[in-house]
């Protein structure tokens, strides 16, 4: 198959640049992309050829420029869209990662092995790292990513990613019978995620009070609508009357003072959905914290046991900072195998053999200090790979508060006092369609509310400037 088209690529100033694409290639075979005559990504087999018929405006979207993928490249990944040739006909949802698993290759990795294929270094993101995305009119999707719509309309369908998304946020911090939670910037994202909440609540007959945080007309009447049992105005309530009110936050604010205040107000943890590639609180690579779906808790006994409550496996091997304090290292070393030193000591020992039949990664790792979280997360500017397995977590040494700058005092301070920092980002869509075809009032409201602006495909910067505007909710560009 042969597709020539124009496209608008998004390019690292902030702006969109017209390019002229083709794709060569079948589904057994691969593909060729080029941009502009020259070669742009070489694909093996397992792609489908789609049409775009709608693409969400996400806040990465946004704040693309400060991704550490390449660019110019098309963007946009909450993508409608339908087949092509044999699957004329037919609609489609768009899981966003290429992986191993997705394509259907049957020479997987440890990560897709281990059961993270979403987290493997060699996947590509549909509109995010290199993989053309959905403000493009046609897109090249992995086989068993493109999810057949059954039961679940159109209208909420281009929403699919996101909710997913959302509910991800759920499934890894769930709330327990009595909790208050809140959403902090209950917007694009924090809507869906009250959504989630909503339906999650009653499919499972759970008992929570949910509460959404905000300060714009709009987003309260919006918040009501898609499941908040009540709302807060901070407009009229101080932050500092929240303090240590919810037992989780989930912040989707994406704003250094967001995060700042979702630590104030959490009473047991802070879900961080989204960031802004930015340093927040004295804490450096937030975004690639939540890339890799990481944790950040207070040593104890009980957190060195931590993975995610759907994954069986146990911690076993444990990179300590040599700042850590010798009871930890000695605690430590009776129940895991421990390793020590600094961030480049920390990845000559993942080559090595000791982890050659293993995936590259420290089940967990313990910092006493700000310098070794950052590093903990990305320890070489070359390339992007934790010290820390997806899903991990990274435990802080409490014994060392004081080692933290002035402006990080309210994070020393929240872990002090035993509280958590979890994150999220892709989620299952399988398990999000059965949760809107189990909620039709929750579908009903997406439908109903949500999106706020539709554009024309030809339309674009006008989409993406509306979608900065605060007073937008989802912005959606339509493709003829």
Not at 35 to 51: F, H, W
Request: charged share 25%; aromatic share 8%; hydrophobic share 35%.
């Amino acid at each position: 198959m042969n597709l020539k088209f124009r496209a608008k690529d998004y390019t690292s100033d902030d702006s969109f640049e017209s390019a002229e694409y083709e794709y060569f290639g079948t589904e057994t075979e691969g593909w060729e992309i080029k941009r502009n005559g020259q070669p742009y990504l070489q694909l093996g087999p397992g792609y489908i050829p789609l049409k775009t018929i709608s693409c969400g405006v996400c806040s990465t979207d946004i704040d693309r420029r400060f991704l550490p993928f390449p660019l110019p490249q098309i963007i946009g990944h909450e993508v409608l869209a339908e087949g092509l040739g044999e699957n004329q006909g037919k609609q489609f949802v768009v899981e966003i990662n290429d992986t191993f698993e997705a394509r259907g290759d049957k020479n997987p990795d440890a990560f897709c092995k281990e059961g993270i294929p979403t987290h493997s270094p060699e996947r590509r993101v549909l509109g995010i790292d290199r993989l053309p995305g959905g403000f493009g009119p046609y897109i090249l999707a992995p086989i068993h990513a493109a999810i057949s719509l059954e039961g679940v309309s159109p209208k909420a369908a281009v929403l699919m990613e996101p909710f997913a998304a959302a509910l991800q946020a759920i499934l890894a911090s769930p709330p327990k019978p009595g909790d208050h939670v809140a959403v902090l910037g209950p917007r694009r994202l924090g809507s869906l995620i009250l959504a989630a909440l909503a339906s999650y609540r009653k499919t499972n007959g759970a008992d929570f009070r949910i509460t959404a945080i905000t300060r714009h007309d709009h987003l309260v009447t919006l918040s009501k609508a898609m499941g908040a049992d009540e709302v807060v105005d901070l407009r009229k309530t101080e932050i500092t009357e929240l303090k240590n009110k919810f037992d989780i936050v989930y912040d989707t604010t994406s704003t250094t003072s967001g995060f700042e205040s979702a630590l104030q107000i959490a009473k047991r943890e802070v879900h961080l959905k989204t960031t802004n590639g930015q340093v927040m609180a004295g804490i450096a690579h937030l975004t690639e914290l939540v890339v890799d779906e990481l944790s950040i808790l207070p040593y104890s006994e009980s957190n060195s046991l931590f993975h995610w409550k759907k994954e069986t496996r146990k911690n076993q091997n444990v990179f300590l900072f040599s700042g850590v304090s010798e009871t930890i290292k000695e605690n430590l070393k009776k129940h895991f195998t421990v390793f020590e030193g600094n961030a480049t000591q920390a990845e000559t020992i993942l080559s090595s053999a000791a982890f050659s039949d293993r995936l590259p990664r420290f089940d967990f790792v313990v910092v006493s200090n700000p310098e070794e979280l950052s590093l903990a997360i990305r320890p070489n500017p070359n390339h992007e790979n934790s010290l820390v397995r997806p899903r991990g977590a990274i435990l802080i040494d409490p014994t060392h508060g004081n080692g933290w700058a002035e402006e990080t005092n309210l994070v020393a301070k929240f872990f002090a006092e035993g509280k958590e920092i979890h994150s999220s980002r892709c989620g299952d869509f399988h398990m999000a369609i059965s949760l809107l075809r189990d909620n039709p009032n929750i579908t009903h409201a997406l439908e109903t509310n949500l999106i706020s602006h539709r554009f024309s495909s030809d339309q674009l910067e006008e989409a993406y400037a509306t979608a900065k505007d605060p007073s937008s909710v989802k912005v959606v560009v339509d493709f003829k």
